[in-house]
């Protein structure tokens, strides 16, 4: 029976990704916002590992606003990354 309270629902487990991801959003948009190169290419690993995770039954207008989402992070850290040379990293 205490097994069953330490271990989140489905709906809960999804729920936590979502909010996880977005937290991870915003800490990403504001190392862009302070051309932190570095800790933004972190940020956005762990962005793609968040979105890998969600269940493939995810489908349709909120699924698809998170790929899109996930393919502005990654514009935007190549803008960041060719926006100064001196800070660039590989990838």
Not at 2 to 15: A, R, Y
Not at 22 to 46: G, I, R
Request: glycine share 4%; hydrophobic share 40%; aromatic share 2%.
């Amino acid at each position: 029976m205490e097994d069953s309270v330490l271990q989140p629902q489905p709906s809960q487990t999804v729920h936590s990704r979502h909010g996880l991801a977005d937290m991870v959003m915003q800490a990403f948009e504001q190392a862009c916002d302070q051309h932190d190169v570095e800790v933004a290419n972190h940020l956005l690993d762990a962005l793609d590992l968040l979105a890998a995770r969600l269940p493939a039954r995810t489908k349709g207008a909120g699924a698809d606003r998170k790929v899109v989402t996930n393919v502005a992070a990654h514009e935007r850290m190549w803008r960041l990354r060719n926006s100064n040379p001196a800070k660039k990293m590989p990838r």
